[in-house]
């Protein structure tokens, strides 16, 4: 990782806690905080890195201190953050793999929708080979 490169993406992974939760970045081990909450936590986890960015930046980290990116097995626990190193920003968070809760509730709510639009006559009942064919 060298300071030319302006755009770094993180994995980051929460633990719960006994009260509220930890957070380490899976890919910079100098970054690593602790919040109540899931989104404080997040909060606190861009606070910890943009205090890092800065020394990055400017390459006065100790070799051993720079980021090492990699891909990691993805999780309900996890997310990632994007940033602008030359700017000092966070520019998006993002989910690295949504829990199977969430997966199913989208699926039950599109069926949902499917049979009212079915209901209303502006959808037309499907086969089986449509419906595998999408």
Not at 10 to 29: A, I, M, N, Q, R
């Amino acid at each position: 990782m060298t300071a030319s490169n302006k755009i770094i993406t993180l994995t980051y992974k929460l633990y719960p806690e006994s009260k509220g939760y930890s957070v380490k970045c899976l890919d910079w081990h100098c970054v690593y905080t602790q919040g109540d909450t899931i989104n404080e936590c997040k909060k606190h986890a861009i606070e910890a890195t943009k205090l890092m960015l800065p020394d990055l930046k400017n390459g006065t980290l100790q070799k051993s201190q720079y980021p090492k990116l990699k891909a990691h097995k993805k999780s309900k626990n996890t997310f990632s953050l994007t940033f602008d190193i030359q700017k000092n920003t966070k520019i998006k968070i993002v989910p690295v793999v949504k829990t199977e809760r969430e997966r199913i509730r989208k699926s039950i709510e599109k069926g949902l929708k499917e049979l009212k639009e079915m209901k209303r006559g502006k959808r037309k009942l499907r086969t089986l080979d449509e419906l595998l064919n999408e």
